[in-house]
């Protein structure tokens, strides 16, 4: 939304067309009219469509469902796969580059696991990051990590954690309490429980090798002592891991979590499912994309799920003429919409440019932010 929507006169009025236009839109029917006061005129029935409570393009964290367009994030991984090797009792890594949808898949995992249809599981997601303020730490580290684990626990109606992390804390120390507190939860409900946990690798030395030392040393108790399953989430692939302490050298030469069985990756949209998240925005307002407007949106993202969603909320969106509902986007919208993004110099663009180490990314990314010339924004297919 700009300043200069609240400087128009008929913002308000605006405002509630949009809601019942939306009303409209969500079921199905983007012109029924009937809902709409006597007292709006015709010419402004048609005129707005810029909706607050539609689905949006989404650039802010996970995906939920019922507020963004989305591509179903357990379509992004091969979830037989995936269901293989929990129903296997596997421990494995799921890792991408920052932005790509892997807390999003995590929990749309979790929320497939806890329905029950995939079989009498009970799944908890955990996001380890704020532990990664403690370094290493570990007493804080673990702290945290537990506290989180509780939290997250509780938040699903689970309150077995929250009344005793404390306890085994103090009784087990830092080295033991995640261990002790898993074979606990574990011990307390015959449900098998699977085990998500986002972040692992904002963890650092001590603290990283704690964690992952602790879940080798239950992994043979499980299912019924410790978890059945534990998805390890994060940037790099941690097979790949060298642990070094906080003055730099290394502390465990190779992977410490060799249980680990399998590692997958998540891999940005393919072009088909660029389009698929872009006809959502198009079935639920009316907009078109224009064939050349379609085909710059992959060529400038090749598929990069963050930039995607970022470059398309701000065409249909945030700019003011991209709303008009009447009026197809345009490729100059997409690339207009490029400039206003580089221009931004939005968060995620630099978290991007910094921590995006692998090639096949750097030159997605890195054009779109140098600004760079033109030939340099056609990025040429997969490696
Ligand atoms: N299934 C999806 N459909 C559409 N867009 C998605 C999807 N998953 C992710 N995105 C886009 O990616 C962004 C980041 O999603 P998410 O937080 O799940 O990724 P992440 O890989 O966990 O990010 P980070 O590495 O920063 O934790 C979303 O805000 C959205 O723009
Ligand atoms: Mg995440």
Known sequence: ????????????????????????????????????????PRRARRRVTYSTCMRRFNTEGPIRPED??????????????????????????????RQTGKTSALLALRDL?????????????????????????????MRTILGALADHALLSGDRFLDGVWLDILSSFGPGGALGAALTRWSLADPKPLVLLVDEIDSLVGDTLL????????????????????????????????????GSGGMIAGGSPFNVAAKSLRLADFAEAETRKLLAQHTAETGQAFTPEALKMVWTQTQGQPWLVNALCAD????????????????????????????????????????????ERVRRVVEPVLSGGDEPRYHLGGAP
């Open 113 to 141: 696991l806890n329905r029950g249809e995939q079989g009498d599981f009970r799944c908890e997601y955990v996001n380890v990051e704020a532990a990664q303020a403690h370094r290493e730490d570990l007493s804080g580290a």
């Open 210 to 245: 704690s964690v992952l030392r602790q879940l080798r040393a239950g992994y043979e108790q499980r299912p019924g002592g410790f978890p059945q399953s534990v998805v390890l989430c994060g940037v790099r692939d941690l097979q790949d891991y060298r642990i070094r302490s």
């Open 315 to 358: 065409a249909c969106f945030d700019n003011e003429s991209g709303r008009d509902r009447s009026r197809a986007v345009t490729a100059a919208d997409v690339l207009d919409a490029r400039e206003r993004l580089i221009l931004s110099r939005r968060t995620h663009l630099d978290q991007l440019a910094h921590q995006l180490e692998e």
């Open 1 to 40: 939304m700009t300043l200069g929507m609240f400087a128009d006169p008929s913002f308000p009025l605006r405002r509630s067309q949009e809601r019942l236009e939306c009303a409209g839109a969500r079921s199905g029917c983007h012109d029924r009219r009937r809902g709409l006061p006597a007292r709006i």
């Open 68 to 97: 963004h367009y989305h591509v179903p994030p357990l379509e992004r991984v091969d979830l037989d796969q995936i269901l293989d090797m929990i129903r296997r009792k596997r421990y494995f890594l799921l890792h991408a580059p």
